[in-house]
């Protein structure tokens, strides 16, 4: 494949509507987690099958903020991309994610994020679960944050605290047989935009991310 440039790449839209997922765990300080503590799997609700990548998920930590834990794939650093029903308008995306840590009580954590997406209609066939790649189209523009916050978006948590109360998640937490089970609830609703306003892609998601982008032109 010949080398593009990145403005070659996206200043285009995907030849379907495609879904770039974003699958992120945020941990705390304390918590000590490394990536090989977590595994991921992925589900959505228009799919037959799970949800995986070539090679299987890939956890790293692309931001600056090494707390986040992003599932990728062996190409791209964050997320994965996929195609999307032509006429689909709403649908149900989980991630599950285990995670093993001797050092944090009760050691196993399994955490089950239940989201469910509404695809609205516009000019773009692209949708990102990166509130950043639509920012200045959301309500969260308006209110005195001109850059784009990671806490905005449905990343998952090991614990019920730290949720904001702005994302009117419904969470239920139990321990059972020395493992620590949080389901996570909730809902967003993404705008049609094109393959060019997802910038975080190329920013986070590694060098061979051009390889995704210029696939789905």
């Known amino acids: 494949m010949s080398e593009i440039q990145v403005y070659d790449t996206v200043n285009a839209d995907a030849r379907e509507r495609t879904l770039h997922l974003l699958p992120v765990l945020q941990a705390d300080p304390f918590d000590k987690l490394t990536a090989e503590d977590i595994t991921l799997s992925v589900t959505a609700s228009w799919m037959k ?15 600056p903020n090494e707390l986040y834990y992003v599932g990728g794939s062996p190409e ?5 991309l996929i195609t999307l029903p032509p006429d689909l308008t709403a649908g149900e995306v989980v991630f599950h994610w285990s995670v093993a840590v ?20 516009g000019e773009g066939r692209t949708y990102s679960m990166d509130v950043a790649n639509w920012w200045a189209q959301s309500e969260f523009a308006g209110e005195g944050h001109p850059t784009p916050e990671i806490g905005r978006n449905r990343f ?11 994302r ?7 321990i059972r047989e020395g493992c620590r089970f949080l389901d996570i609830q909730e809902s967003l609703t993404l705008p049609a935009i094109t393959l060019n306003d ?5 920013t986070y998601g590694g060098e061979s991310a051009l390889s995704c982008l210029e696939a789905l032109r």
């Open 49 to 63: 099958e799970p949800v995986s990548p070539d090679g299987g998920w890939v956890i790293r930590q692309p931001y």
């Open 76 to 80: 791209c650093q964050l997320g994965e």
């Open 102 to 121: 001797e050092n944090l009580p009760p050691g196993r954590f399994q955490i089950e994020h239940r989201i469910e997406l509404t695809f609205e209609a």
């Open 156 to 166: 998952s948590r090991l614990k019920h605290q730290g949720i904001s109360p702005t």
């Open 168 to 174: 009117r998640a419904h969470v239920h937490e139990s």
């Open 198 to 202: 997802c910038w975080t892609i190329h």
